[in-house]
């Protein structure tokens, strides 16, 4: 599933070619693309004729557009889940539909459609309201990530030590921190030179300022190289891939030297996926939690 950095490229390439633009019509072409809209195909097709999109937005791993009509301040927003394999995609008039699209959305400047393509249907697009702040309000409970103005240190520092879980757990849970999942956590933690299971509790407040600095980096990293790509489904708003696949230090590596110590990286299973680790540089803790 895509995590912080790929959502973050697919958010600069619609501020680029999609923000200000005047929506003619709407195709919705699956409705299981818009089940997490109440209203049904229709209503979201028809509410968003002739509207005009604003600057895009991002919490974690969600994206939304505002919906700016006649000139008012947006008081709702389509607001999107790329799940699996969504894909948000320009493509000019001309070219043929993608074998799984399932939105489109035809603008009245007759330039590039943004297509919603989805192969197994797990995303999907809602228009949702906003509050006061522009934020979705379905996704208020959704915390800060480490490179949104909003997050706190503090704040996320207290939080995660009385959560009484293992740290990678915590990464991995929204409500606490949000856009990181499995590879990014796995990086983050060697980086942080930190075992998945090591207590929260435990947790120096040194230690968790040097997790979220790693967290930041190596997304910050991932945004450079436009993501990561293990295959075709994930791809910026163009159809390309990201390139961060070939500087991951850990995450999928098991059974190859450490880039700091050349120790093998051990490959653990974690709730049916899989944790990579140094066994010397992140020793496991005596007293581990799952």
Not at 145 to 166: G, M
Not at 247 to 253: A, K, M
Request: glycine share 10%; charged share 25%; with cysteine.
């Amino acid at each position: 599933m895509p995590e912080l950095p790929e959502v973050e490229v697919v958010r600069l390439g619609l501020q680029a070619h999609v923000a200000g633009r005047r929506i003619a019509r709407v195709e919705v072409l699956h409705p299981r693309s818009v089940r997490r809209h109440g209203d049904g195909a229709a209503d979201f097709a028809h509410s968003l004729a002739g509207a005009r999109l604003g600057p895009p937005g991002r919490r974690g791993k969600y994206l939304w557009l505002p919906v700016e009509d006649g000139g008012a301040a947006a008081d709702r927003a389509i607001l999107g889940h790329l799940g699996m394999s969504g894909q948000l995609l320009l493509q000019p008039p001309s070219v043929a539909d993608e074998p799984h699209l399932r939105i489109r959305f035809i603008f009245d400047d007759a330039g590039p459609q943004l297509r919603f393509v989805d192969q197994r249907t797990f995303g999907g697009l809602a228009v949702a309201p906003v509050d006061e702040t522009g934020l979705p309000a379905e996704i208020a409970h959704i915390a800060p990530d480490p490179l949104d103005p909003a997050f706190d240190l503090d704040t996320f520092t207290a939080r995660v030590r009385r959560k009484k879980t293992a740290v990678k757990r915590a990464l991995l849970d929204q409500s606490l921190i949000s856009g990181i999942g499995n590879i990014y956590a796995d990086e983050a933690l060697w980086r942080a030179r930190l075992h998945y299971a090591r207590p929260t509790e435990t947790l120096r407040r040194a230690e968790v300022a040097r997790l979220v600095q790693a967290v930041g980096d190596v997304m910050r990293a991932a945004l450079v190289e436009g993501g990561t790509s293990f295959d075709r489904l994930y791809v910026n708003v163009n159809g390309d891939s990201g390139y961060f696949e070939r500087s991951l230090r850990v995450y999928g590596r098991g059974g190859e030297p450490c880039a700091r110590c050349d120790t093998p990286i051990r490959r653990d299973p974690f709730m049916n996926r899989s944790s990579y680790t140094c066994p010397a540089c992140q020793p496991r803790p005596r007293r581990a939690r799952w």
